[in-house]
């Protein structure tokens, strides 16, 4: 088991990555305190977890609101005595997902948007090491995961404040792997997702935990017509942005910190805007004999 006894928090664990992550580290071995803002939702990921024969709590947490944090990150400690992998997952997508241009968002919807992703994160990221450094036998050895996006490396069309936040994430990682938490042996790391989140990302909170990524809920999964470059006979999904998460969690990545990793990419954020097409070689070929026969 790759968590064997390690003692985990997961934030937004009631839906998406986050559930899935749940349910995985536990498989894993670990001990995981479930939060999510909506405790419904987290009691749901606890009786999953719990039915599949692993251990689990379930705490009500707000990212924005920093007792709460605090207290859940307390409960982890209370509960198992340890705090081991926190793992920064909670988000929300930009108001209108996308719909309002630059300069009709609001100073409030800015906000919103910040608190959650960023300052949520922050808030985590600071009573996780609180926690870790008064560990049974000191900090060493424990992970920090964020969960940040593709928006934070790439132009995604009408998300400015979320992808601001999530580059903001990425910042905060470097920061802290190099002059905070690293001293302590504390790691700290950043998932990029692309593809294979949750379709619930864009749906209201309170709507059914579908367990879907996007690209599954198109329907029938064509390869030749995803604009992943990378051609699979099946859709991403979350298990596959769980994964990466899980192996950050583990002693497997025990020198890995400050960096930011864009999983499920399939190749991407490699791909240029020159609309090359499949046969580009052989159209550079004729167009360069074409131009070399006319001069």
């Known amino acids: ?4 006894d390690k003692v985990v928090v997961i934030t937004g664990a009631g839906s998406g990555l986050g559930r899935v992550s749940s349910r995985l580290f536990a498989q894993e ?11 419904a939702r987290a009691k749901e990921t606890l009786e999953q977890v719990l039915g599949d024969g692993n251990e689990a709590i379930a705490v009500k947490a707000d990212v924005t609101i920093e007792s709460e944090v605090e207290a859940a990150v307390q409960a982890a400690v209370d509960t198992y005595g340890r705090l081991d992998v926190m ?5 929300i997508p930009a108001k209108g997902f996308g719909s309002a241009a630059l ?30 450094k008064n560990n049974p036998g000191g900090p060493a050895g424990s992970s920090i995961i964020c969960t940040s996006s593709a928006a934070s490396m790439a132009g995604y069309p009408g998300f400015p404040q979320y992808g601001a936040a999530k580059g903001g994430i990425n910042a905060f990682v470097r ?15 950043a998932i990029c997702p692309t593809h ?33 470059p990378l051609k699979l006979d099946r859709a991403p ?7 990466p998460a899980l192996f950050l969690a583990s002693d497997e990545s025990m020198y890995m910190s400050g960096v930011s990793i864009p999983i499920t990419d399939g190749g991407t ?27």
């Open 87 to 91: 793992f920064a997952n909670a988000g």
């Open 196 to 228: 294979g989140m949750s379709a619930n990302f864009i749906l209201p909170g309170d709507a059914p935990v579908l367990g879907k990524s996007h690209e599954e809920m198109q329907g029938e999964w064509i390869k030749e017509h995803s604009p992943i």
């Open 237 to 243: 999904n979350l298990l596959d942005n769980a994964y």
């Open 103 to 132: 300069e009709n968002i609001t100073e409030e919807e800015w906000d919103e948007t910040n608190d959650v992703v960023l300052k949520g994160v922050f808030f985590s990221v600071k009573h996780a090491v609180r926690a870790m």
């Open 29 to 39: 071995g670990a001990r995981v305190v479930i939060t999510d803002i909506s405790e």
């Open 269 to 295: 954020l490699a791909t240029v805007a020159i609309p090359f097409g499949d046969n580009w070689r052989e159209d550079l070929y004729g167009n360069a004999s074409g131009e070399a026969q006319q001069a």
């Open 1 to 4: 088991m790759r968590l064997k």
């Open 175 to 189: 920061l802290c792997a190099a002059w905070e938490i690293g001293k302590y042996g504390i790691r700290i790391n």
